[in-house]
């Protein structure tokens, strides 16, 4: 071969592969940066730049420079993929194998709570921090268990005994996180919540987020955790024992206008599920329920506002024992939740993840869970007062807001 030629191929070559790295770095930055694009701009759909309802919730009391918000989330909603080996796996099958279907009873109703010890040596599989991944398939989904919590550890401990097993045998790959509500004030589930949702998204990239009370028992692992992007959220205890196994639903005695008087709506407290971009395009769980009542039936109206329907695949098998307890001092009933309910769809936009203020105290990657403590504050005394105020039946759902009567004062 002539000596010109050869190099001419060498110099050709040497500018198709310059091409080809080329090309394979522009798709790249585009894909994560369309997917940035995208986040920023559900993200921005919320931001109300001059909203009074916006500097109320932000003056929680203690709240403090380092806490968290939103602006900084986009920065950790990057993708982040996981490692590429585990795509070289097969996927794991529709229907796992060796599901119990039923589980009986007597293995789970009023078990002595047994030492986390205990229970991650009968959880061999698991990694630091309550992780798990099947080892010979590919998983179909990504899962964030986010627990609320302060106390109640013994049911911490029995949950994790029951469901650990149960979540390995559907094959997820799933983090349990639980959220540690620190003080002694008011508790606010639906803040910690929201901050458990932000926690577990900087930690990974999940397809859906299960927000599951410490106490529910799941009474048979046919009802899988798996969550379809394509399916409408899903409230997975509507058949409780405590409810005698009747579908859980109810009219709402204070709803915002376009929610008609008869029409029911689920349970949705307990154990639900959703995928990111529904719990993003509610704008998250409201912040402003402390204490016990409202802040479920609040989610689903965003949710149902952001027109999506509930979705039960399976039926009467997602059946749950709850563990029994009392109402925690801290946890009283906030008499204002029905007031604060019918105007759930107007706040919506305006208060929610893009206000949401915490300040994490810390993250520890224990064996059986990342536990994650934070502070939310407290609510101002106009609020406790509100909270704590017997309404009579005429001025349940028409109240006047604390926000109103810090603006009078
Ligand atoms: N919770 C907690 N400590 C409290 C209050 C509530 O850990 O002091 C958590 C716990 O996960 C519990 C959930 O919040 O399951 C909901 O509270 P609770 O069970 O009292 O409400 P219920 O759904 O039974 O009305
Ligand atoms: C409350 C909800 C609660 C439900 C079931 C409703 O009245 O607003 O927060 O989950 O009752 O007990
Ligand atoms: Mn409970």
């Known amino acids: 071969m002539p000596l010109h030629l050869a190099s001419y191929i060498k110099r050709m070559k040497k500018i198709l592969w310059g091409f080809i790295i ?97 229970i991650s040596i009968d959880n061999p599989r698991l990694s630091i921090g309550g992780r798990y991944t099947p080892k010979h398939c590919r998983p179909r989904y990504k899962l964030a268990i986010i627990i609320p919590l302060r106390g109640r550890i013994r049911q911490l401990q029995v949950l994790l005994a029951h469901m650990h097993p149960i979540w390995q045998g559907q094959q997820l790959d799933y983090t349990v996180y639980v959220m540690w509500q620190s003080g002694e004030h008011l508790f606010n589930k639906a803040k910690i919540m929201n901050a458990g949702f932000l926690e577990a998204s900087k930690d990974r990239k999940y397809d859906c987020y299960v927000f599951h009370d410490v106490d529910m028992l799941l009474e048979n692992d046919e009802c899988l955790y798996w969550c379809p992007t394509e399916d409408n959220p899903r409230s997975l205890s509507v058949y409780v024992d405590k409810f005698f196994y009747r ?79 009392k109402k925690e001092k801290s946890n009283a009933e906030n008499k204002g939740h029905f007031a604060l309910m019918t105007h759930a769809i107007t706040r919506m936009k305006y208060e929610g993840l893009n206000t949401l203020r915490y300040k994490r105290l810390s993250t520890k990657r224990e064996p059986l869970f990342t536990n994650i403590t934070i502070d939310v504050g407290q609510p101002i005394k106009q609020y406790v007062d509100f909270m704590m105020y017997n309404v009579t039946d005429d001025e349940l759902c028409h109240r006047s807001m604390p926000w109103d009567f810090q603006h009078s004062n």
Not at 45 to 56: A, C, G, L, N
């Open 247 to 325: 579908y859980k639903s109810y009219t709402l005695k204070c709803r915002p206008s376009n929610i008609r008087r008869t029409q029911t709506v689920p349970y949705f407290g307990g154990v639900v599920m959703v995928t990111k971009s529904q719990f993003m395009s509610a704008n998250g769980f409201s912040n402003i329920y402390w204490g016990w009542g409202g802040e479920d039936n609040d989610l689903y109206l965003r949710l149902w506002n952001q027109g999506y329907q509930l979705h039960n695949p399976y039926g009467k098998s997602c059946s749950y024992h709850m563990i029994r307890h």
């Open 22 to 118: 080329a090309s394979f770095f522009i798709v790249t930055y585009k894909t994560i940066k369309g997917n940035r694009d995208h986040i920023h701009s559900l993200i921005n759909s919320f931001k109300s730049k001059e909203d009074f309802i916006f500097d109320f919730f932000n003056q929680t009391e203690n709240a403090d420079t380092k806490v968290f918000s939103l602006d900084n989330f986009t920065l950790f909603l990057d993708d982040n993929p996981d490692k590429l080996e585990e795509y070289d796996l097969p996927l794991c099958p529709q229907k796992p194998p060796g599901l119990k279907g039923n589980l009986r009873r007597q293995d789970y109703l009023d078990l002595t709570p047994p030492p986390f010890e205990k």
